[in-house]
């Protein structure tokens, strides 16, 4: 998988791509679902696949009192993105002056000018540009003028329910437990886990928490002989 930093990066002759943007914090199922389509879509067309994410988090930004903790560090998010299958992912430094751009201005320098999209695929609840102000109607309205992009929008294939401080426990369990892994990687982002990276800002799948973390300290004590 190749890797961007900003969009200087991104070789001039890419050639047509399908696209999908997200902080992919986890690279929870619902991420997987959507760089499934992603990956698929390019494949079936002899295109590239690419994530375009960002770094750090906008919230750690914008409002640094209220960012969430990260689940995974920006190493550990491109490796479970590597792992997806994608061609190649494009980080973008996060500033206030990047968080001034219109939707407008960010799908011209970005989809369409350095990554020359023919597909873009997001989450139903996709938002991006000033003050969150792009949606998936804004990017199926900014199609005009722009060749003809294809945007798809993908729904969770599973039901998610809030848990408040579910973030917030899980990374201090793995903080907890550091040496909790399997061939490298820790078990709680991986995919098959018991948790399987189960989150979505303070989501998880069905599963209630206490009983998932009960789960997950089974598997630790077999795994460490406890």
């Not at 990017?139 to 848990?163: A, H, T």
């Not at 907890?176 to 979505?200: E, F, Q, V």
Request: proline share 4%.
């Amino acid at each position: 998988m190749q890797l961007w930093k900003g969009v200087a990066e991104v070789p001039a002759r890419i050639g047509a791509s399908v696209v999908t943007l997200g902080n992919f914090d986890g690279v929870h199922r619902g991420h997987r679902a959507v760089l499934g389509v992603v990956v698929d879509a390019a494949t079936s067309r002899g295109l590239t696949s690419v994530a375009v994410t960002f770094h750090p988090h906008p919230i750690a930004v914008l409002f640094p009192d209220r960012a969430p903790a990260e689940l995974t560090s920006l190493a550990q998010r491109l490796d479970l993105l590597s792992a997806t299958g994608l061609d190649a992912v494009l980080v973008l430094e996060f500033t206030r002056e990047f968080a001034g751009q219109t939707p407008a201005e960010f799908v011209d320098s970005v989809f369409v000018g350095a990554l020359q999209a023919a597909v873009v695929v997001v989450g139903e609840d996709t938002r991006f540009g000033v003050r969150n102000s792009g949606t998936v109607q804004t990017l199926v309205d900014l199609r005009d003028g722009r060749g003809e992009i294809e945007v798809q929008s993908c729904s969770l294939p599973v039901r998610m329910v809030k848990v408040e401080g579910f973030r917030q426990k899980v990374v201090r369990f793995t903080t907890d437990i550091p040496y909790l892994t399997k061939w490298g990687k820790p078990l709680l982002l991986g995919p098959g886990s018991i948790l399987d990276a189960h989150t979505k800002d303070e989501f998880v799948l069905k599963k209630d928490l206490d009983e998932a973390v009960r789960l997950y300290e089974d598997l630790a004590k077999k795994l460490l002989g406890a």
